[in-house]
T-cell receptor
Framework: AQKVTQAQTEISVVEKEDVTLDCVYETRDTTYYLFWYKQPPSGELVFLIRRNSFDEQNEISGRYSWNFQKSTSSFNFTITASQVVDSAVYFCALSEYTSGSRLTFGEGTQLTVNP | GAVVSQHPSRVICKSGTSVKIECRSLDFQATTMFWYRQFPKQSLMLMATSNEGSKATYEQGVEKDKFLINHASLTLSTLTVTSAHPEDSSFYIC???????????FGPGTRLTVL
């Protein structure tokens, strides 16, 4: 069975600080996909990244970066120089290849960036 | 990117009435659509998976007679909440998958309030 754990329920930072959101997953499949989504107060999910299990390269996209480590089953997300507009709930999710794209979401981390 | 729409975006109804929510893929054919429910300050929980032309597969604990899902075409799936009660008040989100593995596109969500 697949499981995603986001241990940080809420994080509060001051603008321009760097912040890392943790994500730990469990799966028995060797082929799987990991995702991060942002959910602003409007509720609409915003896709941030998808990673497959065979690609452990870290990725950077502007102020966002992701650290995928299979050895620790983690897929952490870092926002550099945070901004007020980054305030949202962030979800990590997992999809096993054998599950037909069924997504299992973590509990989410509420990030608040204060001016 | 692929666009998924939901209608209505918000609905308020009286207890005992039925409510239909539509999910459409606007620029691609969705062989599979997923329905999620999200209670306030909680994560998204998968309710059911619907494949075009066949019966939906419901997750454990989801009443199939209460949450009727129809996926009559490759671009439209509907969720009908029958005899809605206040405890059904929630944010309902659909997603659609094209032929690519692990790729889902989310609708903007429908906020249901049952009085």
């Amino acid at each position: 069975a697949q499981k995603v754990t986001q241990a940080q329920t809420e994080i509060s930072v001051v603008e321009k600080e760097d912040v890392t959101l943790d994500c730990v997953y469990e799966t028995r499949d060797t082929t799987y996909y990991l995702f991060w989504y942002k959910q602003p107060p409007s509720g609409e999910l915003v896709f941030l990244i998808r990673r497959n299990s065979f690609d452990e390269q870290n990725e950077i996209s502007g102020r966002y970066s992701w650290n995928f480590q299979k050895s620790t089953s983690s897929f952490n997300f870092t926002i550099t120089a945070s901004q007020v507009v980054d305030s949202a709930v962030y979800f990590c999710a997992l999809s096993e290849y054998t599950s037909g794209s069924r997504l299992t979401f973590g509990e989410g981390t509420q990030l608040t960036v204060n001016p | 990117g692929a666009v998924v729409s939901q209608h209505p975006s918000r609905v308020i109804c009286k207890s005992g009435t039925s409510v239909k929510i539509e999910c459409r893929s606007l620029d691609f054919q969705a062989t599979t659509m997923f329905w999620y429910r999200q209670f306030p300050k909680q994560s998204l929980m998968l309710m059911a998976t619907s494949n075009e032309g066949s019966k939906a597969t419901y997750e454990q604990g989801v009443e199939k007679d209460k949450f009727l899902i129809n996926h009559a075409s490759l671009t439209l799936s509907t969720l009908t909440v029958t005899s809605a009660h206040p405890e059904d008040s929630s944010f309902y989100i659909c997603s659609a998958r094209d032929t690519g593995p692990g790729e889902q596109f989310f609708g903007p969500g429908t906020r249901l309030t049952v009085l």
